[in-house]
């Protein structure tokens, strides 16, 4: 059976942590960021977790953790 191969697209934007989750960036803090509160936008410097429902497809873009 060949290797499957990352998706490099994938790999960039997602990263697993240590237990097996998949940790992402927040959106919507790129543009506009003068209507948005100082505590609203220190709020999107955090990371999120992938919801469940999204894992078992991030799982076959990133077959090898990334």
């Given at each position: 059976?060949?290797?499957?191969?990352?998706?490099?697209?994938?790999?960039?934007?997602?990263?697993?942590?240590?237990?097996?989750?998949?940790k992402?960036?927040?959106?919507?803090?790129?543009?506009?960021?003068?209507?948005?509160?100082?505590?609203?936008?220190?709020?999107?410097?955090?990371?999120?977790?992938?919801?469940?429902?999204?894992?078992?497809?991030l799982?076959?873009?990133?077959?090898?953790?990334?």
């Amino acid at each position: 059976m060949p290797k499957m191969k990352t998706s490099r697209a994938a790999a960039k934007r997602f990263k697993r942590t240590a237990t097996g989750k998949i940790k992402r960036a927040k959106a919507y803090a790129r543009h506009h960021l003068g209507i948005k509160s100082r505590k609203r936008k220190r709020h999107l410097h955090a990371s999120a977790i992938v919801e469940p429902t999204e894992r078992k497809q991030l799982r076959k873009l990133l077959p090898y953790g990334a």
